[in-house]
């Protein structure tokens, strides 16, 4: 219980004056995208505290060819928790103390991040605590990481007026995607990874019909048609196509007010081999009578892929309305 105290009352920054009055100046945190530092007892990791806590993590993203968990996780010990660590982006913090308590801080020790908290009276006790907030814990990491993309890449984004298709709605795309098609009813931007690797973006728009439902066969067929006129393989009578081998992953969410219906799944070439996961954000613009849709899929064989779909909804959910 004393060591999560020092833990929690440790406090990195540096003071400074700024037009007469105290300004905090915090470090730049450290640590990589989808990854989180967990400060815990050695003891605790490797009993049934630990195994809930991977259990989240370790739960598998949506719409992969291969499972890969939804964090990266680091683990060390309360009393090796000091300047080395405490920069870190996102810290999750667990222990037993005499009153049980979920909080949540941010920039405290370096800027942006974020630290939870998460105690419990005993063992028990913690692991329901754990339990009740799991989404919490995946939520809030998640949306602090897609922050950060956003505000990186809203400084080196292509100009609002470069795509014919972006009418009535801003995107950011960034400057590393190069134009491969630019039409008034179709965007195509590739970004090359290494090797014959690259991450696809395609925007198109689609009649808003109020007396029809957006669903994911409907989705589907309009992609696996936009695919079939835009996305050719590499031989005769190959094209771009949903892959049946998963039955494709459909949520519908809000961003920025706007209703989007988020599809992740998997992609194949018709009568070839090439393939990989693919994520779609279908928004519904009711004002100007039609669907903005955003597909985005990526080809890294053998590469973990994760990143790089997280990276493709950091970029969708940028879309804001004229």
């Given at each position: 219980?004393?060591?999560?105290?020092?833990?929690?009352?440790?406090?990195?920054?540096?003071i400074s004056c700024s037009n007469g009055k105290n300004k905090l100046i915090l470090?730049?945190?450290t640590g990589r995208i989808n990854s989180v530092l967990v400060v815990i007892k050695n003891s605790y990791w490797v009993d049934e505290v630990g195994k809930t806590l991977k259990d989240i993590f370790k739960s598998p993203v949506a719409g992969l060819s291969q499972p890969e968990a939804q964090f990266s996780v680091t683990h060390i010990k309360p009393n090796s928790f000091g300047d080395l660590f405490?920069?870190?982006?996102?810290?999750?913090?667990?222990?037993?103390?005499?009153?049980?308590?979920?909080?949540?801080?941010k920039n405290k020790y370096a800027s942006p991040q974020i630290i939870m908290t998460i105690t419990g009276k005993n063992e028990s006790d913690l692991i329901n605590k754990i339990k009740l907030?799991?989404?919490?814990?995946?939520?809030?990491?998640?949306?602090?990481?897609?922050?950060?993309?956003?505000?990186?890449?809203?400084?080196?984004d292509w100009p609002a007026n470069k795509f014919l298709a972006s009418t009535n709605f801003k995107i950011d795309v960034p400057k590393d995607y190069r134009l491969v098609e630019n039409r008034k009813d179709f965007l195509w931007v590739r970004k090359h990874l290494r090797g014959d690797n690259m991450i696809n973006i395609l925007i198109y728009k689609l009649p808003f019909n109020k007396q029809s439902t957006l669903s994911k066969a409907f989705i589907i067929k309009k992609r696996d048609s936009i695919g079939k006129i835009y996305i050719p393989g590499q031989f005769k009578d190959t094209y771009m196509q949903t892959s049946s081998a998963i039955n494709p992953f459909l949520?519908?969410?809000?961003?920025?007010g706007i209703t989007a219906f988020v599809t992740k799944?998997?992609?194949?070439?018709k009568n070839d081999?090439?393939?990989g996961p693919f994520v779609n954000y279908t928004y519904t613009d009711i004002q100007h009578h039609q669907y903005i849709c955003l597909d985005g899929f990526v080809y890294a064989p053998n590469k973990n892929k994760r990143d790089y779909i997280f990276e493709l909804e950091a970029i969708f959910r940028t879309l804001k309305l004229k």
């Open positions: 219980m004393k060591k999560i105290a020092i833990v929690l009352s440790t406090f990195f920054i540096i470090k730049s945190s405490n920069n870190s982006r996102n810290i999750l913090i667990v222990g037993i103390e005499a009153k049980a308590r979920y909080k949540v801080i907030h799991k989404q919490d814990i995946l939520d809030i990491f998640k949306n602090g990481d897609m922050a950060l993309y956003q505000q990186k890449l809203s400084k080196k949520k519908k969410i809000t961003v920025n799944g998997l992609w194949n070439v081999f090439m393939g």
